[in-house]
């Protein structure tokens, strides 16, 4: 009877550790694709998922180490190193971000990221700002009137519509109207760099000439962009600021402030980014390379645009983006802050590039949202 006890305690202890194992492997891998250099889809999708899974992973892994130290011998040492191993990348990604969300004015509930959910939401309504087919208006209603007013310029390489309807439900939920424009999509053999820009500066215009239409205040208007659209959002904003930036479509004045999410300020420097084809995005909406096209390119680089008279801004950037590179967006931080224009940097030190857009309540999601509701409603 004493053996038989014995030998069941035994296969509970296997049990428990080949248990550990199997919860802590698939992390483990993630984590070392996660920070490798972004090399390959494998690699860039695991470093983006950084921001969604690493709160996840981390209750995956602690429930490992349990079962682990349940085991004995061998099997026990393996894995409890496997998931201390495993533990490292989102113990500190959760930390660090938790760290930088709070000194920018946000903040990050833990319980809440473990739990991610869907990014599905639909606009209340689709308007049209122009006379074209592509010129159509997403819009977001919050409960009350008389509400600050938030116009997003989505980003997508300037050739595709990267979608974050939960991102904007989410701040219409805190008493902002949003309006969303579309604008037209470069393709191969169609460059857009002088298109696009005046469809959102169309855009803009139509938006302070309607939002109280839509509940809102037009004395508080306010603009956010990511990536593609996030430089779109800061050199219409600065253009607006130092009178450079006019729109056939109504009178253009300054927003109140500019929340960018890891934009692409200098596209030559998107350019010259060879990983996953990123640098196509570029030369497509250009027309080609720089040294083709210098002037084009000067006229849509951000530092271009720099202004005194610039609005409060704020960016927020991952440290390991892939596809713009860091010290870009860097640099164009420093220049604007030289030419006297308030801007706030938030550096995500282990965060890829759309780290928000792959789960509501992710760090990623909350990074964006706690701080930059933060920041435009301070402004």
């Known amino acids: 009877m004493a053996d038989t006890t014995t030998s069941r305690h035994s296969w509970l202890r296997i049990a428990s550790g080949l248990l550990g194992l199997i919860l802590a492997l698939p992390v483990l891998a993630?984590?070392?694709a996660?920070?490798?250099?972004?090399?390959?889809?494998?690699?860039?999708?695991?470093?983006?998922l950084v921001g969604s899974l690493a709160v996840p992973a981390l209750g995956i892994v602690a429930i490992a180490l349990v079962f682990a130290f349940l085991a004995r011998g061998a099997l026990r040492v393996v894995a409890v190193i496997a998931s201390v191993m495993a533990l490292i990348l989102p113990a500190?990604?959760?930390?660090?971000?938790?760290?930088?969300?709070?000194?920018?004015?946000?903040?990050?509930?833990?319980?809440?990221?473990?739990?991610?959910?869907?990014?599905?939401?639909?606009?209340?309504?689709?308007?049209?700002?122009?006379?074209?087919?592509?010129?159509?208006a997403q819009i977001y209603r919050p409960q009350r009137h008389n509400a600050p007013v938030l116009v997003d310029i989505h980003g997508g390489g300037w050739n595709t519509d990267a979608t974050m309807p939960a991102t904007l439900r989410w701040f219409s939920d805190h008493g902002w109207l949003v309006v969303r424009p579309s604008y037209v999509l470069a393709y191969k053999g169609h460059?857009?760099?002088d298109i696009a820009p005046k469809q959102v500066a169309c855009a803009w215009a139509w938006s302070l000439a309607h939002v109280k239409e839509f509940g809102g205040d037009p004395s508080r208007v306010s603009i956010m962009g990511d990536s593609a659209g996030g430089g779109m959002a800061i050199n219409l904003a600065y253009?607006?600021?130092?009178?450079?930036?006019?729109?056939?479509?109504?009178?253009?004045?300054?927003?109140?402030s500019v929340l960018a999410l890891y934009p692409t300020v200098d596209v030559a420097a998107v350019q010259s980014v060879t990983t996953?084809?990123?640098?196509?995005?570029?030369?497509?909406?250009?027309?080609?390379?720089?040294?083709?096209?210098?002037?084009?390119y000067r006229a849509v680089n951000s530092s271009t645009w720099i202004t005194p008279k610039a609005p409060p801004t704020m960016v927020i950037q991952g440290n390991r983006d892939t596809f713009v590179p860091p010290s870009s967006v860097r640099d164009f931080v420093a220049h604007s802050r030289q030419a006297g224009v308030d801007?706030?940097?938030?550096?995500?030190?282990?965060?890829?590039?759309?780290?928000?857009?792959?789960?509501?309540?992710?760090?990623?999601?909350?990074?964006?949202?706690?701080?930059?509701?933060?920041?435009?409603?301070?402004?």
Not at 276 to 288: D, E, F, K, P, S
Not at 344 to 357: C, E, G, R, S, Y
Request: glycine share 8%; aromatic share 8%.
């Open 92 to 136: 500190t990604a959760t930390a660090s971000t938790t760290w930088v969300t709070d000194r920018a004015g946000g903040r990050i509930n833990v319980l809440s990221a473990a739990a991610v959910s869907s990014m599905a939401s639909h606009p209340d309504e689709t308007v049209r700002y122009g006379s074209r087919p592509d010129e159509t």
């Open 239 to 256: 253009g607006a600021a130092s009178g450079k930036m006019t729109s056939s479509c109504g009178p253009m004045r300054a927003p109140k």
């Open 191 to 193: 460059p857009t760099w």
């Open 343 to 379: 801007v706030t940097h938030v550096q995500l030190p282990m965060f890829n590039h759309a780290f928000d857009i792959q789960a509501r309540n992710s760090l990623g999601f909350q990074v964006v949202t706690t701080v930059g509701l933060a920041f435009l409603n301070e402004h």
């Open 30 to 32: 993630w984590s070392v």
């Open 34 to 48: 996660a920070i490798l250099p972004s090399r390959d889809a494998l690699t860039f999708v695991s470093s983006v």
């Open 276 to 296: 996953l084809g990123a640098g196509n995005a570029a030369t497509m909406y250009i027309g080609g390379a720089p040294e083709q096209f210098p002037d084009r």
